[in-house]
C-alpha cells in the first residue's frame, strides 16, 4: 500500500521560500501523477500543481508564478517551493498520488504558519 | 477555470436517512472527470467516487455518484455514524483542477 509523508519546516518567515517534500513508500514514483494540495485553516481545498513521472509539470494559474515542483526518483521524493510567501499562504499542504485519475492516495498534511 | 459549487453548505441529517449532496460545474466537465472526497476532523480527505459514478477500492456501496455535464451527486442511502464529515467534489478533467467548497453533513 503506497504511503505519502509531507516534512518541511512549519513556520516560514513572509517573503521567504516555503520548501516542502513529499517522501513515498509502499511504491516507486517512477509513474502516476504526484500533486500538491494546500487547505487554508476551517476552509476548503485548492489544487496547487502537479508533477509527472516523466517530470513534466502543471501548476494553477493563481500560483503559478511562485510555484516549483520537482522530483528526486533516487529518493523516491518529490517537492513543492513556493516563494514570496504571505500569510495568506498559512495551510495545511498535503501530497497526494493519483489514483484512476483522481486523488486517490494523500499524506496526512502538514501545517505551515507563515508568521514573523 | 471551472468554478464548482456545493449545496447545500450543510446538511442535517439522522443516522439512517439518506443523503443527497449537489455539485454544480459552471461549465461541463470533460468526461465527467469527477471525484468526491470524504474529510473527517484532523485527517486528510479520502476518495470516495471518480469519473463522476466509480467507487474507489473499500468504499461500501450505500455511497453512490450520480450526473454528467454541468450537474453532478453524491448519495449516501442510509447513513452511518461514521458518516457525518465534510464531502468536497473535485473536477480533474480541465487544468486548473478545482475543489468544491465543501458540504458539511452533520447529526440532526
Known amino acids: 500500500q503506497v504511503q505519502l509523508q509531507e516534512s518541511g519546516p512549519g513556520l516560514v518567515k513572509p517573503s521567504e521560500i516555503l520548501s516542502l517534500t513529499c517522501t513515498v513508500s509502499?511504491?516507486?514514483?517512477?509513474?502516476?501523477?504526484w500533486n500538491w494540495i494546500r487547505q487554508p485553516p476551517g476552509k476548503g481545498l485548492e489544487w496547487i500543481g502537479y508533477?509527472?513521472?516523466?517530470?513534466?509539470?502543471n501548476y494553477n494559474p493563481s500560483l503559478k508564478s511562485r510555484v516549483t515542483i520537482s522530483l528526486d526518483a533516487s529518493k523516491n521524493q518529490f517537492s513543492l517551493n513556493l516563494s514570496s510567501v504571505t500569510a495568506a499562504d498559512t495551510a495545511v499542504y498535503y501530497c497526494?498520488?493519483?489514483?484512476?485519475?483522481?486523488?486517490?492516495?494523500w499524506g496526512q498534511g502538514t501545517l505551515v504558519t507563515v508568521s514573523s | 477555470e471551472i468554478v464548482l459549487t456545493q449545496s447545500p453548505g450543510t446538511l442535517s441529517l439522522s443516522p439512517g436517512e439518506r443523503a443527497t449532496l449537489s455539485c454544480r460545474a459552471s461549465?461541463?466537465?470533460?468526461?465527467?472527470?469527477v471525484a468526491w472526497y470524504q474529510q473527517k476532523p484532523g485527517q486528510s480527505p479520502s476518495l470516495l467516487i471518480y469519473?463522476?459514478?466509480s467507487r474507489a477500492t473499500g468504499i461500501p456501496d450505500r455511497f453512490s455518484g450520480s450526473g454528467s455535464g454541468t450537474d453532478f451527486t453524491l448519495t449516501i442511502s442510509r447513513l452511518e455514524p461514521e458518516d457525518f464529515a465534510v464531502y468536497y467534489c473535485?473536477?480533474?478533467?480541465?487544468?486548473?483542477?478545482?475543489f468544491g467548497q465543501g458540504t458539511k453533513l452533520d447529526i440532526k
Open positions: 497526494a498520488r493519483d489514483a484512476y485519475g483522481a486523488m486517490g492516495y
Open positions: 509502499g511504491g516507486s514514483i517512477n509513474t502516476y501523477y
Open positions: 508533477i509527472f513521472h516523466s517530470g513534466s509539470t
Open positions: 461549465q461541463s466537465v470533460i468526461s465527467s472527470f
Open positions: 469519473g463522476a459514478s
Open positions: 473535485q473536477q480533474y478533467g480541465s487544468s486548473p483542477y478545482s
